[in-house]
């Protein structure tokens, strides 16, 4: 059964250029080195993807509608369909000077960002240099290994996987009561400081109405535990009585009276 729009699925991916072998990105560890584009800080795990939605670059994403749970399949795009062909016009010769402080230490292949568009440099001289706006990979055939990891039923774990696709890392992983139409999101402290927070909570609210529509009110609750608060302890157990394993001193025995003395009371 193929994916409808909108379907929340985990999916494991590797990309690179058709032509030169050159890795791209990779959601497998194994992979990644292979490909020398590992990061040591980078968690690797299938990802969370939203068919039809955008989510991936739209060549890929046509074609992933068309998998089932559990394939595994080699896709090719065409630069049309991956990052686009390459626009002539998208070249541009800035001065030197236009690079402050760095116009001496400039250097072909560095990523520049002139008036808020970033860009590589492809050529230096005459005090001039020429600036490509195109992406990096436009004009370029790339191929995908994909593989849809599984689909997300449920309510309770589209939440979750929505939640932590924007809000999960060292600092924990909100936990959430959902009841009713009601969703509770309760932040650790450890993630008060993330940068962005208020814009990340909105993101996570906007994500749980579209693909949770039984969700009608979303509420944050941000958690602060007192360390220094005194614990109650746990009750002692009651020792058992062991048994001891003393003798006891035999009881005395009746004396018996003579026979004289018995005579007499006679």
Do not use: C
Not at 12 to 28: C, L, M, P, Q, R
Not at 83 to 96: A, I, K, S
Not at 178 to 197: M, N
């Amino acid at each position: 059964m193929t994916l409808d729009k909108g379907t929340l699925i985990f999916a494991n991916y590797t990309a690179y250029v058709k032509d030169t072998g050159e890795g791209i990105e990779s959601t497998v560890e194994s992979e990644a080195k292979r490909l020398k584009i590992y990061e040591e800080s980078r968690k690797y795990e299938p990802r969370l993807e939203a068919v039809g939605e955008g989510w991936l670059i739209s060549g890929l994403d046509s074609e992933v509608a068309r998998l089932s749970v559990g394939d595994k399949k080699q896709i090719e795009l065409s630069p049309e369909k991956a990052f686009g062909n390459r626009d002539p016009t998208q070249l541009r010769m800035v001065p030197l000077r236009k690079f402050g402080e760095r116009e001496h230490d400039l250097a072909v292949g560095d990523s520049v960002e002139i008036d808020n568009r970033v860009g590589i440099v492809r050529f230096i001289g005459s005090g001039r240099a020429q600036v490509d706006f195109n992406h990096r990979l436009a004009g370029k055939s790339i191929v995908y290994d994909f593989e849809v990891v599984r689909k997300l039923e449920t309510d309770e774990e589209k939440v979750r996987a929505l939640i932590d696709r924007r809000l999960a890392g060292d600092g924990g992983s909100p936990d959430f009561q959902l009841a009713d139409g009601k969703l509770t999101v309760t932040i650790p402290e450890g993630l008060f400081l993330v940068e962005g927070l208020q814009i990340i909570k909105r993101g996570i609210a906007n994500d749980v109405f579209k693909f949770v529509p039984t969700v009608a009110t979303l509420s944050f609750v941000e958690r602060f535990n007192n360390e220094k608060a005194k614990q109650p302890e746990p009750p002692k157990e009651a020792k058992p009585v062991q048994p001891s394993t003393e003798e006891k001193p035999a009881a005395p025995k009746p004396r018996r009276k003579k026979a004289g003395a018995a005579a007499k009371a006679a």
